[in-house]
């Protein structure tokens, strides 16, 4: 019996991710400007163990160190987020020239490297100016957005291929407005979906923006948690279908449909606005590519006590599970992928994001911290990635999360998730064997997952 073949298409594009607050530090050098996450983190009682990102990984000074990390990997792409607040620090009008050229320094570093930026306008850290300003319950934060996207593109198209203008909006206003457990901290059912409007209206600018000055790819990043039914009760049936529609469709709808899923009224109830329909033919604009963030799914049942969506997740018997809390199950992966196609079109996909947080050893052996569980983890995505290629999905990359362990928001350094070991105290960066075997995954393109 002949084994399968787990090499990847000619020209399949690798790369890891990060993000701006999570790893960069330094978040008010050089005259930039706070953002929500700098006023969250400072905030008692927010971050585990009173984390912030005020040092974080120290990227804004290490940079080109961490270049040198990315090409040992034998990465072709390295996607990245830009702090908005860096730039413009009060949100709109001033441009901070240190700020911009540190982005600037940034990019020629990766080029000069061989590796392509990536790099996402917005992954979750507002100006705080513009929070005070009402943030995303704001309709001009549509027009805020643009206004920084069109800076970023005079200033990085000339050496960007690839640009995405939101990185997972359900987390914003989930976490964000609704729960509260994130930036900026609001508990309001009637936030939220005025938050997450307006988030798309953004995206839609900023790709109108990009049509006028960029010359390159512009595209959107979602994160998608296919959902399983506990049973075949009605039910849980309903409670599935409300769940899927509300983390997975609430956000790609508008932007690749140009509407909103029905059950979101259900959801929300007196909540939920009666949209503008014009609002419509803003947020569905062509985009040259998705970003896919995955890491697991949900198996739903119903609960008429759970809020907002009378639905809840059932923990699986039998199975692996990360630091965080989410199965491993590869499947879904595969799933996920050829929905999206089913539901949306033959629409160029990325994974802009995959990957697991598990302990990892005190100590490394030859050099390398061994880390069997993520290996497995990264493994059998992989297997799952190259299952959805062979059955016509449309994937062009993968960028594994993330290049090293970093914050991970509320839960600061207490989840890691990285190729590379960060030691806190002394920044020292050591390689993991995820990291080794992506390395191998990355020069055989895929090959080495054949053994």
């Known amino acids: 019996m002949t084994r399968p073949s787990f090499r990847f298409p000619d020209g399949f594009h690798w790369g890891a991710a990060t993000s701006a607050y999570q790893i960069e530090g330094s978040p008010l050098a050089d005259g930039a400007g706070p953002s929500i996450w700098q006023r969250f983190a400072h905030t008692p009682g927010m971050m585990s163990n009173g984390d912030t990102g005020d040092v974080a990984c120290d990227h804004y000074r290490r940079y080109k160190d961490d270049v040198q990390l990315m090409k040992a990997l034998g990465l072709q792409g390295y996607r990245f987020s830009i702090n908005w607040a860096r730039v413009l620090p009060e949100g709109t009008g001033r441009v901070n020239a240190k700020g911009l050229d540190f982005y600037s320094r940034l990019v020629d570093e990766l080029l000069e490297n061989g590796i392509a930026p990536n790099v ?74 005025i938050a997450a409007h307006n988030l798309m209206r953004a995206s839609g600018a900023g790709i109108q923006a990009y049509r006028a000055h960029g010359k390159h790819e512009i595209g959107v990043v979602f994160n998608i948690e296919p959902k399983y039914p506990h049973s075949d009760s009605a039910e849980d049936l309903a409670a599935t279908r409300r769940a899927h529609a509300y983390m997975n469709q609430q956000f790609a709808d508008p932007a690749l449909l140009g509407s909103y899923p029905p059950e979101l009224k259900e959801i929300f109830g007196d909540a939920w606005p009666d949209f503008p329909a014009d609002d419509f033919k803003l947020t569905h604009q062509k985009v040259d590519f998705v970003g896919i963030n995955y890491y697991t799914r949900a198996v739903v049942k119903h609960d008429p006590q759970a809020y907002p969506l009378k639905a809840v997740p059932v923990r699986q018997p039998n199975q692996t599970y990360t630091e965080t809390g989410w199965e491993v199950f590869e499947q879904g992966l595969t799933d996920t992928l050829t929905g999206f196609r089913d539901r949306y079109g033959d629409i160029p996909l990325y994974i802009t994001e995959n990957g697991s947080a598990f302990y990892d050893p005190p100590v490394a052996e030859n050099g390398v911290l061994d880390d069997p569980l993520r290996t497995n983890y990264l493994r059998k995505h992989l297997k799952a990635v190259h299952k959805a290629i062979e059955a016509g999905v449309n994937l062009k990359g993968y960028y594994a999360w993330s290049l090293m362990d970093n914050l991970e928001w509320s839960l600061g350094f207490s989840k890691r998730f990285g190729l590379y070991h960060v030691d806190f105290a002394t920044q020292q960066r050591t390689p993991k064997a995820t990291a080794k075997l992506y390395a191998q995954v990355i020069e055989s393109n895929g090959s080495v997952l054949d053994e």
Do not use: C, I
């Not at 643009?146 to 203008?165: G, I, N, S």
């Open 120 to 193: 996402t306008l917005f992954h979750w850290d507002l100006p705080a100016a513009l929070d005070d300003r009402g943030g995303w319950l704001n309709r001009d934060s549509a027009h805020w957005f643009a206004d920084y996207a069109e800076v970023m593109f005079k200033a990085l198209d000339d050496r960007v291929p690839r640009w995405a203008t939101l990185n997972e909006p359900w987390v914003v206003t989930d976490g964000g407005y609704l729960h509260g457990a994130l930036a900026p901290g609001h508990r309001n059912k009637y936030e939220a979906p």
